[in-house]
Nanobody, 119 residues
Framework: VQLQASGGGLVQPGGSLSLSCAAS????????MGWYRQAPGKQRELVAT???????NYADSVKGRFAISRDNAKNTVYLQMNSLKPEDTAVYYC??????????????WGKGTQVTVSS
């Protein structure tokens, strides 16, 4: 199973960016998908997750600014980031809980993508 993320880059404060991440490989089903981030010198932290049923969970720091969504048919998760702040600068990692068969579920991580918010 591979997670391929795209998006990110450099944006000014108050701007917007979007991320996407597609899961591929030997997949039976994809359960929770989400995004985490890690800023320099800090631990990786939750940004947002979404279940296969569409229930979303957000970190308090991004509520009202970020929106997570997914396309189950494409095993893809999206993150729309609005009103970006310098403190949102981090490497963003895609995560997914994937069943490769009816009995085995594992968590997978994508390679990080850099988001930099700076004027």
């Amino acid at each position: 199973v591979q997670l391929q993320a795209s998006g990110g880059g450099l944006v000014q404060p108050g701007g917007s960016l979007s991320l996407s991440c597609a899961a591929s490989g030997s997949i039976f089903s994809v359960n929770s998908m989400g995004w985490y981030r890690q800023a320099p010198g800090k631990q990786r932290e939750l940004v947002a997750t979404v279940t296969s049923g569409g229930f979303a969970n957000y970190a308090d720091s991004v509520k009202g600014r970020f929106a997570i969504s997914r396309d189950n048919a494409k095993n893809t998760v999206y993150l729309q980031m609005n009103s970006l702040k310098p403190e949102d600068t981090a490497v963003y990692y895609c995560n997914a809980w994937v069943r490769t068969d009816a009995w085995v579920q594992m968590t997978y991580w994508g390679k990080g993508t850099q988001v930099t918010v700076s004027s």
